[in-house]
Every structure is written in structure tokens, then in C-alpha cells.
């Protein structure tokens, strides 16, 4: 065990940097979970004097490059664990 994320799911690391290295989505089945728990470790790390990097991997940016050329009529997009409505 490495000690940096307690049982509880929280951020146990103290002052530790620790780098995610993308690809969040579209390996499980809760993709838009896995981005809110990291999200989640960034904020409770800086609370505690330590810092989360995440970095895009190539499956965030094709999805970030869907987003931005959907046209507002497409159907949702059913992503791992959440549904993104065209804007």
C-alpha cells in the first residue's frame, strides 16, 4: 500500500505530488466518476499542502474534440457513468 489514498477514498498523502496520466474515461464503467474522484484527491491534497497533476490522455482530448464540433441538434452522448446533452 502506498499510503497516498487512505481506505475511506481521501487524500492520505500529506505533501505528496501525484500525477494521474490520463485516459479516465472509457476504461470501466464509471468514467465520469473516476474525473470527480480526482478532482475530489486535487482539492483535499492542496488542503493538505500536497498537489494532484492530472493529465489528459489521448481518450480525454477525442472526447474534448467531440464536444467541441457536436453541433447542439446531436443526440446525447452516453459516456461511462453520465449522459453529456449537446449544447
Same mark, same amino acid.
Given at each position: 500500500?502506498?499510503?497516498?489514498?487512505?481506505?475511506?477514498?481521501?487524500?492520505?498523502?500529506?505533501?505528496?505530488?501525484?500525477?494521474?496520466?490520463?485516459?479516465?474515461?472509457?476504461?470501466?464503467?464509471?468514467?465520469?466518476?473516476?474525473?470527480?474522484?480526482?478532482?475530489?484527491?486535487?482539492?483535499?491534497?492542496?488542503? #493538505?499542502?500536497?498537489?494532484?497533476?492530472?493529465?489528459?490522455? !489521448?481518450?480525454?482530448?477525442?472526447?474534448? #474534440?467531440?464536444?467541441?464540433?457536436?453541433?447542439?441538434?446531436?443526440?446525447?452522448? !452516453?459516456?461511462?457513468?453520465?449522459?453529456?446533452?449537446?449544447?
Amino acid at each position: 500500500r502506498s499510503g497516498l489514498i487512505g481506505f475511506s477514498g481521501d487524500w492520505a498523502a500529506r505533501d505528496a505530488h501525484v500525477v494521474f496520466l490520463g485516459d479516465y474515461m472509457d476504461r470501466g464503467p464509471d468514467g465520469v466518476g473516476v474525473v470527480r474522484f480526482v478532482r475530489k484527491l486535487e482539492g483535499q491534497s492542496a488542503a #493538505a499542502g500536497g498537489r494532484v497533476t492530472a493529465l489528459l490522455g !489521448n481518450h480525454e482530448v477525442m472526447l474534448l #474534440a467531440f464536444i467541441i464540433i457536436m453541433p447542439p441538434e446531436a443526440a446525447p452522448l !452516453n459516456l461511462p457513468g453520465g449522459v453529456l446533452q449537446g449544447t
